[in-house]
């Protein structure tokens, strides 16, 4: 298999002009919502409920266009599907063909999509790529904007990844989950993905082939670190103004991955240094704009029966700004005590503004953004289905 990295350096950006509008794209158990404010974000306006009742596990927009917008969705009646809107969630149309599995070319047993739970838009140069992971796992590729998906049989009828997905498949509570679907912006080519459980992979060749990516992480109790059925990874994060570094948020503990141009597989666990009462056991990892020694974790309780509440019923962001050699703890404006809740893997993300503002979202349906990079936090919504993914769009 190819291990050739890209080593081309991408120059740190400046700060963007300030879009004149922003729209948070939420995500839940019961539909979506979008919610629409100036750039000062200080007042918002709802756009929704769509799709009522339906399970829509994350509503991208389309950043190439700034106008196209996708919806994964599961319903009563038309089962796991993706909806696209061309007009910023004023219409939608469901995709002609969903990602679905092919019928195995061996010896395999069949398999059925539960749900869409991932959506990646491809590289800035492929116009209507995107990707897509499900539940159980698997990785499509649609080139017409998404309205019709192709299975990757590489990751899909691989007997060797369908025996690496096959472990810890009962202990994902909805079900085992191929996501971070990550397209490098140097090379269309490269992509990353993690599995939960299997690991994380990587390719160079626009997924014919892959590798295992899972040197340095670690695992519960006897497991074998060297075998990705044990490996969890919960989130992946590229850094936007230097690709060869990597983040990650896993079952067990929180990594860093450099490279710099050099081939270097080894993940470093960074999350040591979290508060011992707080641990580095979470779902979501959220990197800066452009600062990659920035990233911010939101922690859970990791005890034993993995109750999935902020630990101690006091939720709180944490930040490095040194790439996870220190964190401090942000909590100013939420829950002092008996918040017991937490985020999912999507449910929190960051503008890119000159002072970026984090956005999360609840397990009780709570909607929150933190001004001045998470120092502040200001609830905006209130009693929403719980609350699946979290993205924010900045619109002209």
């Not at 306006?45 to 190439?64: C, K, M, Y």
């Not at 909806?83 to 063909?97: D, I, V």
């Amino acid at each position: 298999m190819s291990t050739r990295i890209a080593t081309a350096k991408v120059s740190p950006a400046p700060p963007p002009k300030p879009p004149s509008r922003l729209a948070l794209l939420v995500a839940t158990r019961k539909g979506a919502w979008l919610f629409h404010s100036d750039r000062k974000r200080q007042a918002w306006s709802v756009d929704g409920p769509h799709f009522l009742g339906h399970v829509i596990s994350t509503l991208q927009l389309d950043s190439r266009d700034g106008r196209t917008l996708l919806a994964a969705a599961k319903t009563g009646h038309l089962g796991p599907t993706i909806f696209r809107s061309a007009n910023l969630g004023r219409t939608w149309k469901e995709a002609q063909q969903p990602p679905a599995f092919a019928k195995p070319t061996n010896d395999l047993p069949p398999r059925a999509v539960d749900h869409t739970f991932w959506l990646t838009q491809g590289h800035a140069s492929e116009r209507d790529t995107w990707y897509a992971g499900t539940s159980p796992q698997g990785l499509f590729r649609s080139t017409d904007g998404g309205n019709t998906w192709a299975p990757l049989a590489s990751v899909n009828d691989s007997a060797e990844f369908r025996e690496w997905m096959g472990t810890v498949q009962d202990g994902t509570p909805d079900g085992p989950k191929l996501h971070s679907i990550i397209v490098d912006p140097r090379d269309p080519a490269h992509l990353v993905f993690g599995m939960s459980g299997g690991g994380v992979h990587e390719s160079h060749d626009a997924g014919q082939t892959w590798r295992m990516l899972i040197q340095g992480m670690e695992v519960f109790e006897n497991g074998d670190s060297s075998n990705p059925s044990f490996h969890d990874p919960h989130c992946l994060r590229q850094c936007p103004t230097r690709p060869d570094r990597l983040y990650q948020q896993n079952h067990c503990g929180i990594y860093r991955l450099d490279r710099s141009g050099q081939p270097g597989d080894s993940w470093q666990r960074i999350g040591r240094k979290m508060p011992k009462r707080v641990g580095d056991i979470g779902f979501p990892m959220v990197v800066h704009p452009r600062d990659p020694d920035t990233a911010w974790v939101f922690p859970m309780d990791g005890a034993t029966v993995w109750p999935r509440t902020a630990p101690d019923g006091r939720p709180a962001a944490y930040v490095t700004r040194n790439a996870g050699k220190t964190w401090q703890r942000q909590d100013q404006g939420l829950p002092a005590s008996q918040g017991w809740w937490t985020i999912k893997r999507q449910a929190m993300t960051v503008d890119t503004q000159p002072v970026p503002a984090l956005y999360l979202g609840t397990t009780s349906g709570e909607l929150w953004v933190g001004h001045d990079e998470g120092a502040r936090w200001v609830n905006i919504a209130r009693h929403l289905p719980e609350i699946y993914s979290v993205e924010v769009a900045e619109l002209a």
